[in-house]
């Protein structure tokens, strides 16, 4: 069994900063990847960014590559997700997740396995 909490969520203006963090335990975090994915209403959950298990290759969907930079502390096994630049289009509900795998990363949430209970990202304009 594996519990994921996030925190680090709340409102910002256009243009402001927040950092997510998540604060894994039960199963040996640093063997797998981890992932953010975000949900805004009405719409499907999709992939932010995923770092694999040592967190020496990062992937980051399009729309934030460039403004958003995840990270990861096998010391302490958590993840993070700092967000710069943040848009309206970011708002939605941010979760972690843990791969199913170990040895690789995916992008696709369906390879997850153990996700977070989500922490709420407003941009306002």
């Known amino acids: 069994q594996v519990q994921l909490v996030e925190s680090g969520g709340g409102l910002v203006q256009a243009g402001g900063s927040l950092r997510l963090s998540c604060a894994a335990s039960?199963?040996?975090?640093?063997?797998?990847?981890m992932g953010w994915f975000r949900q805004a209403p009405g719409k499907e959950r999709e992939f932010v960014a995923a770092?694999?298990?040592?967190?020496?290759?990062?992937y980051y969907a399009d729309s934030v590559k460039g403004r958003f930079t995840i990270s990861r502390d096998n010391t302490k096994n958590t993840v993070s997700l700092q967000m710069n630049s943040l848009k309206p289009e970011d708002t939605a509900v941010y979760y972690c997740?843990?791969?199913?795998?170990?040895?690789?990363?995916?992008?696709?949430?369906?390879?997850?396995?153990?996700w977070g209970q989500g922490t709420q990202v407003t941009v306002s304009s």
């Open positions: 997740a843990s791969d199913r795998y170990t040895g690789s990363t995916h992008l696709d949430r369906r390879e997850y396995d153990y």
């Open positions: 039960g199963r040996r975090f640093n063997n797998y990847a």
């Open positions: 770092i694999n298990w040592d967190g020496s290759t990062t």
